[in-house]
């Protein structure tokens, strides 16, 4: 498995695309009696949710969840998925109800419904939950997340949210980047996450990779990048990440970390601000997240992108959308550009980290010593031959 993953905890695994790779402190509440909310993290003052929740919490606004099922009878999302889709992962031969299904998709839907708790959820199975399992193509060549995209979108969804990445999905597959790009002409703005393997080898990452996906880091308390969100130049925007209270599949609530939580929550920021005005194109809608975000030192950068999201802010700012032209143009012969910029700022690296540095330099060192010191002693003992 890649390290490029979407979930971090100890009890519990992810998909074909999640992994265990890190030390998130996990415990358990009781059942709560009828649907509500997750209880609230440290996201809910992080993003001002309280602010933007007195302007919407997503009424009218449709988010598809694309993940490996759910459990539909969690207090936190009974009577609150409006359409459960076909298994586009059917290679496993799991059903709703075992133990390894849904485990991932719940905490996911829980955490999406947080920040949107009126907004109208659909699912689709598009993975699985285990880390041994290896992502299969389907033999029509159509993989199962392209399936489940075209699937959202033929039901109405205004915001897919893929808390997925890494792993199998490293590479760049044609049948998922038509798929997306056919939703975002729709008007459909699609969320995917970054990938953790930032402390690791930083491992390339798709759909987060698709030039029409926003790519969502993880940040943790403060608003730094938490340490395992992957650093890309193509992160859009960054979200709470680290210890984020989600739905249990067996029951109650435990701590989730990684930039499957962080896509979540932006997941459903956005249908806050669909909410506040159904007409945002999703390019729209990734210039306000990006423009009110809050910004880093240094500007936006590959750590989390323009910053993490601003809640109200972005709530606020939807109701009075920047004018962005992406109407196609024909091309002129001596033009430079087939259209004008969207206005998206230039990306700029941050500095090296010195220690890294100070390491990879060690190591090479160390390493031509041992090449000094072999080429010496086998001369040495050619010599006494």
Do not use: C
Request: avoid cysteine.
């Amino acid at each position: 498995m890649s390290s490029a993953q979407s979930i971090r905890t100890i009890a519990v695994t992810g998909t074909a695309l999640t992994s265990l790779l890190g030390a998130a402190f996990v415990w358990s509440a009781p059942p709560a009696a009828a649907a509500e909310n997750a209880p609230p993290s440290w996201e809910s003052s992080a993003l001002g949710l309280p602010a933007a929740h007195r302007m919407t919490q997503g009424q009218g606004v449709t988010v598809a969840v694309l993940d490996s099922g759910i459990n539909a009878d969690h207090p936190a999302l009974e009577g609150r998925v409006a359409k459960i889709g076909p298994d586009f992962y059917n290679s496993d031969g799991l059903r709703p109800g075992d133990k390894n299904y849904g485990v991932h998709g719940t905490a996911m839907v829980s955490d999406v419904l947080k920040i949107a708790p009126r907004a109208r959820i659909i699912t689709a199975r598009v993975t699985n939950d285990s880390m041994e399992d290896k992502f299969e193509r389907i033999k029509d060549g159509v993989s199962p997340l392209a399936k489940g995209i075209d699937y959202a979108v033929a039901n109405g969804a205004d915001v897919i949210s893929l808390s997925l990445g890494g792993g199998v999905f490293s590479e760049l597959d044609s049948s998922e980047l038509g798929a997306a790009s056919r939703a975002v002409h729709k008007g459909v703005t699609i969320l995917a996450a970054a990938g953790n393997s930032g402390d690791e080898i930083n491992d390339g990452n798709f759909p987060a990779g698709y030039p029409t996906i926003i790519s969502v880091a993880a940040t943790q308390p403060g608003g730094t990048r938490a340490d395992f969100s992957t650093v890309r130049t193509h992160n859009t925007i960054a979200a709470p990440g680290v210890a984020i209270t989600s739905a249990r599949k067996s029951g109650g609530y435990y701590k989730v970390s990684g930039t499957s939580p962080a896509t979540a929550l932006a997941s459903g920021v956005t249908a806050l601000m669909l909410a506040r005005n159904p007409a945002l194109t999703p390019a729209q809608t990734r210039a306000i997240l990006m423009r009110t975000a809050k910004t880093p030192a240094g500007g936006h950068n590959p750590l989390v992108g323009a910053g993490q999201i601003e809640a109200a802010a972005a709530v606020r700012a939807a109701a009075h959308p920047p004018r962005i032209d992406t109407a196609p143009r024909p091309y002129r012969e001596g033009q430079k550009h087939f259209a004008s910029p969207t206005g998206t700022n230039k990306i700029s690296h941050p500095p090296i980290e010195q220690d890294l540095l100070a390491i990879g330099l060690g190591a090479v060192a160390g390493g031509m010593l041992l090449v000094v010191a072999g080429a010496f002693l086998a001369l040495r003992k050619r010599q006494r031959v």
